[in-house]
């Protein structure tokens, strides 16, 4: 298993979300999107100029700018 940035995975790639470094009013929005560890998350696609990066959550797509990708930290295979 790698552990990485959410920001660094290709489309249709699944992953776990291990942590969120973001604090603040930040790590809230991105926790109430519903973006906690321990979430199965599948990038669902970028925009052409690869910002931002859809996410599949469940059965909902959530939208976030690389800048905020960075802070989730995601395990996949």
Do not use: F, W
């Not at 249709?12 to 973001?22: F, K, L, M, P, W």
């Not at 599948?42 to 797509?61: C, E, F, M, N, S």
Request: aromatic share 2%; proline share 4%; glycine share 10%.
């Amino acid at each position: 298993m790698t552990t990485t940035s959410i920001r660094n995975l290709n489309c249709g790639q699944s992953c776990v979300i291990s942590t969120i470094r973001a604090e603040g009013e930040l790590g809230r929005r991105i926790r109430d999107m519903g973006l906690v560890p321990g979430t199965v998350v599948t990038i669902y696609g970028r925009a052409p100029l690869k910002d931002p990066v859809a996410l599949k959550v469940g059965g909902t797509i959530v939208t976030l700018r690389n800048s905020e990708a960075d802070h989730i930290m995601v395990t996949s295979d």
